[in-house]
């Protein structure tokens, strides 16, 4: 995947030590148009960078994650099918700020992030990552969130309540006959895993609003029954915050 002209590989040491020369020029020097950049935070196999792509050829799509085996089926599939307007960054999400200019990105989706119940500094939506996030996007910047885990769920509607950021979209079961949308039926393969389980999918979206700092919600949510696909919780704790 080293070889794949759309595929940038840059890691947490190699970022750490010197500036990241495309920062704030993505659209000039990598896509060579001034379309919206709209992200893809933990990309997995890249479906879902993808299949945006392929519905919005006037925006720019990058996935990112560190593990290149996974992202290479993305990656393959979007240079074989000469897509134009993918792209894919394998770093660390922790240092995402690193590689994109103020007000360079558009969207961010997250999609399945694990919810990692036992720590909140990990979690992708928490307000950390908030304030990562609001380096690099836009002032009307939109945020999605596509989850099976009620932790997860329950706890970003608790940060959008503790921050009072608007919420453009909430939806418990994105399956519902009354909720059927095209964007959100694009499934991925862990969602699959997850729905032949009978676990509802669920959504939200959300603003930053043009805040730049976050504040944590003081409360304790009920975990999940298990971890990641075919792997049960370790912890014997009900609930966490």
């Known amino acids: ?53 392929r519905r919005f050829p006037e925006k720019n799509f990058i996935g990112v994650d560190i593990k290149g085996a996974r992202m290479w089926s993305g990656a393959t599939e979007a240079l074989n099918d000469g897509l134009k307007n993918v792209g894919f960054l394998r770093t660390n999400i922790e240092i995402i700020d690193h590689f994109f200019g103020a007000g360079e990105v558009s969207e961010i989706w997250l999609t399945f992030p694990d919810p990692q119940m036992k720590k909140y500094t990990k979690r992708l939506t928490s307000s950390l990552f908030l304030e990562r996030y609001a380096r690099i996007l836009s002032a009307d910047a939109t945020i999605h969130l596509k989850t099976d885990s009620n932790f997860m769920f329950t706890y970003t509607k608790y940060v959008t309540q503790a921050n009072m950021l608007p919420v453009i979209r909430c939806i418990d079961n994105v399956y519902a006959p009354q909720e059927v949308d095209e964007i959100l039926s694009i499934r991925t393969y862990y969602e699959s895993q997850w729905l032949e389980r009978g676990l509802t999918i669920k959504y939200i979206s959300f603003s930053l609003s043009g805040r730049d700092t976050f504040v944590e919600p003081d409360v304790e949510i009920e975990l999940d029954e298990y971890r990641s696909y075919n792997r049960s919780k370790r912890s014997g704790l009900q609930t966490s915050k």
């Open 1 to 53: 995947m080293s070889k794949y002209p759309h595929v940038v590989e840059h890691h947490f040491s190699i970022a750490d030590a010197s500036p990241f020369p495309m920062k704030g020029n993505w659209g000039r020097d990598f896509f060579h148009n001034d379309n919206p950049i709209v992200l893809e935070l933990g990309c997995g196999r890249g479906e879902y960078t993808v299949a945006l792509a």
